[in-house]
């Protein structure tokens, strides 16, 4: 199939390794030698890919030379990130197993470990790529590797599917077991420059001493099937040896019909627009010809200065060939960000290295940029407490492994990131942090709610607001809310229950899911009824302790054009997460990692607000699997399930409402509109100059480097580029910074958080954050009355369903059961002691029949209750590992849950710190008003019945106290 990729999200990660730390000359288990032609091999080909139509603005990355992790990182980014192309190229060095079925690519760390059991330390395994890429998302993979043993890789797409084969596309630039010649360092390496000329020439190919034929179509279309014999051709005219003497020839392998275009004109996105970029396109045209036209007349004086060569050792004619590059390589600087910054900032630099800041009078580059990123936990530790080791790491502390290269600058998410370094700082640092000027930029961290979920369309808050105070009331009371009661709820007014039953929504999606956390953190989703962050904005209306929802929140104005109707609701963060959850329709809200992005964290802290207990609040925010590192990621995935999607609020940067993710744009998503809490932080950020020890090499060239890129980015050009992506001014009142209306769903002028970011409250979540984590405990109680023998048996039964969310548990959580059974005495014995178990022992203990039978009595489920409470409440004082209890019950002995036994455990409840899952088999058993909602709700858990998917529902609500073990 021809593959054209214009107007897809396409990605190209050009990685070039012209740096190692470990040479022969320096150690025996060191690489060959260093690489200097290869920094033009990524600059170059930057550049003829920015001007070939295919790839547009922040859609190529620029990788120089990177470590192991930090390639893998890349490589596993750029693979999620592409939907349409994705482009890799490695140059650099590589290194085949003795038999030659492996091809290793050599990173900036690498070694050689020769031995009975080859090993090479820092390279990455071929297939280890290759299989990295055909995970992703990219419809079409392109690899082009210049590199010793390139020819090899053939042999390991050959042991691929074919239906990944499919998708991948080798070009090679050398045969098997060949080792090629690292050049002069002077420019760049043969295979890749003659690649570059391909894709750059306009027309008139080039004259023989450069090896062109104008064969690969002269500026127009140019597919992967016309590049490769054009090429082989530019190569074999050139004559290039290998190592070996004989020919170079690079090699090309795909399935057969497949073709991908790698060089566009006519229709499609173009790379730079407006009279800048075409005078660039003009004079990069005119240089190229100018270019090709004195490489002629250089043949023609190499014949004229023959004789006079001779005479003079031949050494203006040598001058006058090897000089074949008109640019020097460009001061390169290395940017670390907060991972969520990332495309915009990579987008600020691609626009900065084409602006006549960064252009020096003969046209050439004055700077390169790489921006990167790591978790922001990461990079505030690794300059705070390992800068000796990342000048010069060690195996058991290498943070060029764990965060990246040394950066010359630092932009993290919020100013409070640098003090959070400096006061915490060692006496003996390597690296001082230099601020430069105010905040870049700002954007509040907003709660984007979905516009569906019944909410109708408002210019106010008010209409939604009456509605959702009449749920609220009806709940109180244990009335039935109809279905005309519930249709005006907006988004940030408040919500209503489920129509048609009067009780407060169940939390959670109905697919199963397993939640591993990350960093050992609970992870969770939102849980429905009367509970958001704790007790902070609970109302309680009697004894029915459910949460009534503001009368009323701050909305859109009819002339505010930019704001989706109900948009713009104000508040803490957890009325808002009241508010939405309240609104039905197994609402959920989710936060990325609080560890990888100071979102997260910013948002972390307004979950925690008002001394909220961080169990609690963990239980009111996650998602199926590991958390996601970011915002963004985070709204890329909710897509591929539409009914999630339209049922999730996520906390996120306000600018991605606007610039969206860099994944399957053409998907359907929910639209969201923005609420913003005022006790969550907002991102602002800010340029920090890191200055290294024993760095001052060219210390006055990078300041100069530095300064320039920061006026840049500070100033107009900066500005233009982080307003298309939806900042806004770092100057109070924080106007956007883009021109138009602002995006929908956004507010153009919303009040802005109370809360600024300070040092402290950030360590302190993050402190908070990570204590929560540690394997899980689950007590479950399973009523085995004389009742429950109807339904007892099969998946839908009480052991079966209990059997089902063992999947949430894993090896490391502490769980039993209790046979609930008996009204005088002991009340309860062990069906499943209380400790570690293997899943399959818990089964065993659960099977019908056996162990787990119908007793011939009543049950006490007060006394029950209060025996689980105490039990899981003394175990939980000296830790804050994720607890729960789950109570599976027909209802048939609710007799007893009653006045003050009823009494007893809602404020047993209240105080123990400990949620409770009522799970009845009973329909109507968690409507408002009933003791198992009532119980549930005083607890801050859940209540599931019929109307829910119980299996589902069960183990998800394990799912998120567990580790989990699917």
């Given at each position: 199939?021809?593959?054209?990729?214009?107007?897809?999200?396409?990605?190209?990660?050009?990685?070039?390794?012209?740096?190692?730390?470990?040479?022969?000359?320096?150690?025996?288990?060191?690489?060959p030698g260093q690489l200097p032609g290869v920094r033009y091999n990524r600059t170059t080909l930057t550049e003829a890919l920015h001007r070939g139509g295919v790839f547009r603005e922040g859609e190529i990355v620029e990788c120089a030379s990177p470590t192991q992790d930090g390639f893998v990182a890349a490589v596993r980014r750029a693979a999620q990130d592409a939907r349409g192309l994705l482009l890799l190229y490695f140059a650099g060095h590589g290194i085949v197993t003795s038999y030659?079925?492996?091809?290793?690519?050599?990173?900036?760390?690498?070694?050689?470990?020769?031995?009975?059991?080859?090993?090479?330390?820092?390279?990455?395994?071929?297939?280890?790529?290759?299989?990295?890429?055909?995970?992703?998302?990219?419809?079409?993979?392109?690899?082009?590797?210049?590199?010793?043993?390139?020819?090899?890789?053939?042999?390991?797409?050959?042991?691929?599917?074919?239906?990944?084969?499919?998708?991948?596309?080798?070009?090679?630039?050398?045969?098997?077991?060949?080792?090629?010649?690292?050049?002069?360092?002077?420019?760049?390496?043969?295979?890749?420059?003659?690649?570059?000329?391909?894709?750059?020439?306009?027309?008139?190919?080039?004259?023989?001493?450069?090896?062109?034929?104008?064969?690969?179509?002269?500026?127009?279309?140019?597919?992967?099937?016309?590049?490769?014999?054009?090429?082989?051709?530019?190569?074999?005219?050139?004559?290039?040896?290998?190592?070996?003497?004989?020919?170079?020839?690079?090699?090309?392998?795909?399935?057969?019909?497949?073709?991908?275009?790698?060089?566009?004109?006519?229709?499609?996105?173009?790379?730079?627009?407006?009279?800048?970029?075409?005078?660039?396109?003009?004079?990069?045209?005119?240089?190229?010809?100018?270019?090709?036209?004195?490489?002629?007349?250089?043949?023609?004086?190499?014949?004229?200065?023959?004789?006079?060569?001779?005479?003079?050792?031949?050494?203006?004619?040598?001058?006058?060939?090897?000089?074949?590059?008109?640019?020097?390589?460009?001061?390169?600087?290395?940017?670390?960000?907060?991972?969520?910054?990332?495309?915009?900032?990579?987008?600020?630099?691609?626009?900065?290295?084409?602006?006549?800041?960064?252009?020096?009078?003969?046209?050439?580059?004055?700077?390169?940029?790489?921006?990167?990123?790591?978790g922001a936990a990461d990079a505030v530790a690794g300059l705070r407490d390992r800068t000796d080791a990342w000048q010069q790491p060690r195996d058991d502390d290498d943070p060029q492994r764990d965060v990246g290269p040394q950066p010359d600058v630092w932009i993290p998410a919020s100013p409070a990131d640098v003090t959070r370094v400096t006061a915490g700082q060692e006496p003996r640092v390597f690296a001082h942090l230099q601020p430069m000027g105010a905040p870049l930029a700002y954007?509040?961290?907003?709660?984007?709610?979905?516009?569906?979920?019944?909410?109708?369309?408002?210019?106010?808050?008010?209409?939604?607001?009456?509605?959702?105070?009449?749920?609220?009331?009806?709940?109180?009371?244990?009335?039935?809310?109809?279905?005309?009661?519930?249709?005006?709820?907006?988004?940030?007014?408040?919500?209503?229950?489920?129509?048609?039953?009067?009780?407060?929504?169940?939390?959670?999606?109905?697919?199963?899911?397993?939640?591993?956390?990350?960093?050992?953190?609970?992870?969770?989703?939102?849980?429905?009824?009367?509970?958001?962050?704790?007790?902070?904005?609970?109302?309680?209306?009697?004894?029915?302790?459910?949460?009534?929802?503001?009368?009323?929140?701050?909305?859109?104005?009819?002339?505010?054009?930019?704001?989706?109707?109900?948009?713009?609701?104000?508040?803490?963060?957890?009325?808002?997460?009241?508010?939405?959850?309240?609104?039905?329709?197994?609402?959920?809200?989710?936060?990325?990692?609080?560890?990888?992005?100071?979102?997260?964290?910013?948002?972390?802290?307004?979950?925690?607000?008002?001394?909220?207990?961080?169990?609690?609040?963990?239980?009111?925010?996650?998602?199926?699997?590991?958390?996601?590192?970011?915002?963004?990621?985070?709204?890329?995935?909710?897509?591929?399930?539409?009914?999630?999607?339209?049922?999730?609020?996520?906390?996120?940067?306000?600018?991605?409402?606007?610039?969206?993710?860099?994944?399957?744009?053409?998907?359907?998503?929910?639209?969201?509109?923005?609420?913003?809490?005022?006790?969550?932080?907002?991102?602002?950020?800010?340029?920090?100059?890191?200055?290294?020890?024993?760095?001052?090499?060219?210390?006055?060239?990078?300041?100069?480097?530095?300064?320039?890129?920061?006026?840049?980015?500070?100033?107009?050009?900066?500005?233009?580029?982080?307003?298309?992506?939806?900042?806004?001014?770092?100057?109070?009142?924080?106007?956007?910074?883009?021109?138009?209306?602002?995006?929908?769903?956004?507010?153009?002028?919303?009040?802005?958080?109370?809360?600024?970011?300070?040092?402290?409250?950030?360590?302190?979540?993050?402190?908070?954050?990570?204590?929560?984590?540690?394997?899980?405990?689950?007590?479950?109680?399973?009523?085995?009355?004389?009742?429950?023998?109807?339904?007892?048996?099969?998946?839908?039964?009480?052991?079966?369903?209990?059997?089902?969310?063992?999947?949430?548990?894993?090896?490391?959580?502490?769980?039993?059961?209790?046979?609930?059974?008996?009204?005088?005495?002991?009340?309860?014995?062990?069906?499943?002691?209380?400790?570690?178990?293997?899943?399959?022992?818990?089964?065993?203990?659960?099977?019908?029949?056996?162990?787990?039978?119908?007793?011939?009595?009543?049950?006490?489920?007060?006394?029950?209750?209060?025996?689980?409470?105490?039990?899981?409440?003394?175990?939980?004082?000296?830790?804050?590992?994720?607890?729960?209890?789950?109570?599976?019950?027909?209802?048939?002995?609710?007799?007893?849950?009653?006045?003050?036994?009823?009494?007893?455990?809602?404020?047993?409840?209240?105080?123990?710190?400990?949620?409770?899952?009522?799970?009845?088999?009973?329909?109507?058993?968690?409507?408002?008003?009933?003791?198992?909602?009532?119980?549930?709700?005083?607890?801050?858990?859940?209540?599931?019945?019929?109307?829910?998917?119980?299996?589902?529902?069960?183990?998800?609500?394990?799912?998120?106290?567990?580790?989990?073990?699917?």
């Amino acid at each position: 199939m021809r593959f054209d990729p214009r107007g897809k999200a396409n990605r190209a990660l050009i990685v070039g390794v012209s740096e190692y730390d470990h040479t022969k000359a320096d150690t025996p288990d060191g690489v060959p030698g260093q690489l200097p032609g290869v920094r033009y091999n990524r600059t170059t080909l930057t550049e003829a890919l920015h001007r070939g139509g295919v790839f547009r603005e922040g859609e190529i990355v620029e990788c120089a030379s990177p470590t192991q992790d930090g390639f893998v990182a890349a490589v596993r980014r750029a693979a999620q990130d592409a939907r349409g192309l994705l482009l890799l190229y490695f140059a650099g060095h590589g290194i085949v197993t003795s038999y030659g079925d492996e091809l290793f690519l050599q990173m900036r760390n690498a070694r050689v470990a020769r031995g009975k059991q080859e090993a090479f330390p820092g390279a990455v395994q071929m297939t280890a790529v290759l299989a990295e890429l055909a995970a992703g998302n990219a419809e079409r993979i392109v690899v082009i590797l210049d590199c010793c043993y390139a020819g090899n890789a053939a042999g390991v797409w050959h042991r691929f599917e074919p239906r990944d084969r499919q998708k991948i596309l080798l070009l090679m630039s050398v045969q098997s077991n060949r080792l090629i010649h690292r050049g002069d360092g002077r420019r760049a390496t043969p295979f890749t420059r003659h690649l570059v000329r391909l894709l750059q020439e306009s027309g008139d190919g080039g004259g023989e001493g450069d090896g062109g034929d104008g064969d690969a179509g002269g500026g127009g279309e140019l597919w992967l099937s016309e590049l490769y014999p054009a090429l082989k051709e530019r190569m074999r005219k050139a004559r290039v040896p290998t190592a070996s003497d004989e020919p170079q020839d690079p090699q090309a392998v795909w399935e057969p019909g497949e073709d991908v275009l790698l060089r566009a004109v006519g229709p499609g996105p173009v790379p730079r627009t407006g009279w800048r970029g075409l005078l660039r396109t003009a004079v990069a045209f005119l240089h190229d010809t100018m270019d090709r036209l004195r490489r002629r007349l250089r043949l023609l004086l190499v014949l004229v200065l023959a004789l006079a060569a001779l005479a003079a050792g031949g050494y203006a004619v040598a001058v006058l060939i090897v000089d074949d590059a008109p640019c020097a390589p460009p001061l390169e600087l290395r940017v670390l960000t907060d991972p969520d910054l990332e495309p915009a900032l990579s987008a600020a630099a691609d626009a900065y290295l084409v602006s006549d800041a960064d252009t020096d009078g003969d046209g050439c580059r004055r700077t390169g940029i790489t921006v990167f990123n790591a978790g922001a936990a990461d990079a505030v530790a690794g300059l705070r407490d390992r800068t000796d080791a990342w000048q010069q790491p060690r195996d058991d502390d290498d943070p060029q492994r764990d965060v990246g290269p040394q950066p010359d600058v630092w932009i993290p998410a919020s100013p409070a990131d640098v003090t959070r370094v400096t006061a915490g700082q060692e006496p003996r640092v390597f690296a001082h942090l230099q601020p430069m000027g105010a905040p870049l930029a700002y954007s509040p961290v907003v709660l984007a709610v979905p516009t569906g979920g019944g909410t109708t369309a408002t210019t106010t808050g008010a209409p939604g607001a009456e509605t959702g105070a009449t749920g609220a009331r009806a709940r109180a009371t244990g009335a039935k809310v109809t279905g005309a009661q519930v249709t005006g709820a907006g988004s940030g007014a408040g919500g209503a229950g489920v129509a048609g039953t009067g009780r407060p929504s169940a939390g959670t999606e109905g697919t199963r899911r397993a939640p591993a956390r990350a960093a050992g953190a609970a992870t969770g989703a939102g849980s429905g009824s009367a509970r958001a962050a704790g007790a902070a904005g609970a109302i309680r209306a009697g004894s029915a302790n459910v949460r009534r929802t503001p009368a009323a929140w701050v909305g859109a104005t009819s002339t505010d054009e930019a704001v989706t109707a109900g948009a713009g609701g104000q508040g803490s963060l957890a009325r808002l997460v009241a508010a939405f959850e309240a609104r039905g329709g197994r609402p959920q809200v989710l936060r990325p990692d609080p560890e990888f992005t100071d979102t997260g964290l910013l948002a972390t802290m307004g979950l925690y607000a008002q001394g909220a207990d961080a169990r609690s609040a963990e239980r009111s925010v996650g998602q199926a699997g590991p958390p996601s590192p970011t915002a963004g990621e985070l709204l890329c995935a909710l897509p591929y399930d539409p009914a999630q999607d339209a049922r999730s609020a996520v906390l996120a940067p306000e600018f991605l409402l606007k610039s969206g993710v860099g994944c399957a744009s053409e998907m359907v998503r929910a639209r969201r509109v923005a609420e913003y809490p005022d006790d969550v932080p907002a991102l602002q950020p800010t340029f920090v100059r890191v200055r290294w020890e024993d760095g001052d090499q060219d210390a006055q060239a990078r300041d100069a480097a530095v300064k320039r890129f920061h006026e840049w980015l500070s100033g107009d050009g900066g500005r233009r580029v982080l307003g298309a992506y939806g900042f806004r001014s770092a100057d109070a009142p924080h106007r956007l910074l883009g021109p138009g209306p602002a995006a929908p769903g956004v507010r153009t002028d919303p009040a802005m958080p109370h809360e600024t970011a300070e040092a402290t409250a950030m360590n302190a979540a993050l402190e908070r954050y990570r204590s929560v984590g540690g394997p899980g405990r689950v007590l479950f109680l399973l009523d085995s009355s004389g009742s429950m023998a109807r339904t007892w048996e099969g998946p839908s039964g009480g052991p079966g369903l209990l059997k089902q969310s063992l999947g949430g548990l894993g090896d490391q959580d502490e769980y039993g059961v209790w046979a609930v059974a008996g009204t005088s005495g002991r009340t309860h014995t062990d069906l499943l002691p209380f400790g570690t178990h293997r899943r399959a022992d818990a089964v065993r203990a659960l099977d019908p029949g056996g162990s787990a039978r119908v007793r011939d009595a009543e049950a006490d489920p007060h006394a029950a209750l209060l025996d689980a409470l105490a039990f899981l409440h003394g175990r939980g004082t000296d830790d804050q590992r994720p607890q729960l209890i789950v109570y599976l019950t027909d209802d048939e002995d609710n007799t007893r849950l009653t006045g003050r036994a009823l009494d007893d455990v809602l404020q047993r409840a209240r105080t123990a710190g400990v949620p409770v899952a009522m799970v009845s088999l009973a329909t109507g058993g968690c409507d408002g008003g009933r003791p198992d909602a009532r119980i549930s709700a005083a607890s801050s858990g859940r209540c599931l019945d019929p109307g829910d998917d119980l299996g589902a529902a069960l183990h998800d609500e394990v799912a998120r106290t567990g580790t989990g073990e699917e």
